[in-house]
């Protein structure tokens, strides 16, 4: 299913493709990328292409999937961001869209992640078909949580066990997100 393309000031948001495989090495190999993610980086290039794969495939069985994110500055693909649907049981919840963000270390720090999480946001208000978002970080990741609670302002439900780790399970409603925008 076709995937859209959204513009932030510096980023490009598009569908991943199978030429962004040496971007997503880049990205999964590295051990501190992997820190809250369960310290399991990859270690081949076949992994990286299997992950594009297994995106694309979402896109085809349920519409949606993580999207890459491109700096428009220097065209480098620099990680992804987006919607996941999850379909496993969590928190009573049991089709839901996580919202999530994984980049390039060296491109961390420049407020990336929260820009591009802005525009997902704004692009699941007007055309996905959920009334609620939700998102998920160990409570120890504290740049992921503070974009999650701090910035885009979700509300924790609850904690629960992730790659063997104590995560929070986060929610925002489309009205929660309109209000806050529209208060800004
Ligand atoms: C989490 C991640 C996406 C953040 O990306 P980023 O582009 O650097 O994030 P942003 O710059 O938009 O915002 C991060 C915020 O957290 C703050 N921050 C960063 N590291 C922090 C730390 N160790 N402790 C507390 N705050 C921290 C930043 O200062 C910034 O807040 P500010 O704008 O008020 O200064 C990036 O570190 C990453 O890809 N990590 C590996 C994958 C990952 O953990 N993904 C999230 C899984 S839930």
């Known amino acids: ?19 962004d495989v040496d971007g997503v090495y880049a990205l999964d190999s590295n051990p501190n990328v992997h ?8 270690s081949s290039i076949e992994k990286a292409e299997q992950y594009i794969v297994s995106v694309r495939k979402q896109y085809e069985e349920f519409g949606i999937g993580r999207w890459a994110v491109i700096e428009k500055e220097s065209g480098e693909f620099i990680g992804w961001t987006g919607f996941k649907l999850n379909t496993e049981p969590l928190f ?23 820009e591009s999480a802005v525009a997902c946001m704004n692009y699941a208000v007007e055309h996905l078909d ?8 160990m409570t120890n990741n504290e740049a992921s949580v503070k974009i999650l609670n701090e910035k885009l302002g979700m509300r924790e439900l609850g904690i629960f066990e992730g790659h063997g780790a104590p995560c ?13 925008m529209y208060n800004k």
Do not use: S, V
Not at 92 to 114: M, P, Q, S, T, V
Not at 130 to 137: Q, S, V
Not at 168 to 180: D, G, H, P, S, V
């Open 130 to 137: 959920f009334e609620i978002i939700n998102a998920m970080a």
């Open 168 to 180: 929070y399970f986060f929610e925002i409603t489309k009205a929660e997100w309109l209000a806050r």
């Open 1 to 19: 299913m076709q995937q859209p393309t959204l513009e932030t000031a510096r980023l490009r948001i598009r569908e991943m493709q199978l030429t």
């Open 92 to 114: 009573g919840h049991h089709h839901f869209l996580d919202i999530g963000y994984r980049l390039r270390e060296e491109f961390w720090g420049k407020g990336y992640a929260h």
């Open 35 to 42: 820190r809250y993610l369960g310290n399991n980086p990859i």
